[in-house]
């Protein structure tokens, strides 16, 4: 399992792998389907992302197939440049064999190395096996985002997690 850091070349493989991560997960923000990015502006993206020195993607590969990715978004603003927002995402077969953990341990030496001093993520909170992960690597819970999301018809709240960088 080789954990790397994204290049704008596998823009057209982390789309496909957003979807497929989106089809077969319960809690992400987008449903199935819906995400309408292109490879063409996926590629963009990284672009732009490569640009901004708080911000990257981590991904996860096995045998030359994308599995896994967690994308670090900074702060746009002088007051929250040293804030990045995480997302992650690891296809189901792969789930459960430790990629979450490896994915949050790159991201944990990157910041530091990018004046990040604070990586947060919200979690819906029936997402038991995420929100145990979160917790193992560091986060904390520092509040609860009410009637956040609405999946299949049902309200569901969020967590607000973070983990501050030593």
């Known amino acids: 399992m080789l954990i790397r850091e994204i290049r704008v070349e596998d823009a057209e493989n982390l789309i496909s792998l957003i979807k497929e991560v989106e089809k077969t997960s319960e809690f992400m923000l987008m449903e199935a389907g819906e995400r309408k990015t ?3 502006q996926q590629q963009k993206q990284l ?5 901004q020195s708080n911000s990257t ?3 996860a590969e ?14 746009s603003v002088k007051r929250t440049q040293h804030s990045a927002y995480l997302v992650i995402g690891v296809l189901l077969e792969y789930r459960g064999k430790g990629i979450g953990a490896k994915l949050f341990d790159n991201v944990t ?4 190395k990018h004046n990040i ?3 947060e993520l919200t979690a819906v909170t029936e997402n038991n096996a995420g929100v145990a992960l979160y917790k ?6 520092e509040g609860t ?19 501050l960088m030593e």
């Open 145 to 163: 985002k009410r009637n956040s999301l609405v999946i299949d018809g049902r309200a569901f709240n969020e967590y607000y997690m973070a983990k």
């Open 109 to 112: 030496k990157w910041a530091p």
């Open 117 to 119: 001093t604070r990586l």
């Open 47 to 51: 672009e732009r992302i490569k640009q």
């Open 62 to 75: 096995e045998e030359g197939k994308l599995v896994g990715y967690l994308i670090a978004m900074g702060g």
């Open 38 to 40: 292109t490879p063409k």
């Open 136 to 141: 193992r690597s560091g986060f904390d819970i």
């Open 57 to 59: 993607i981590f991904v």
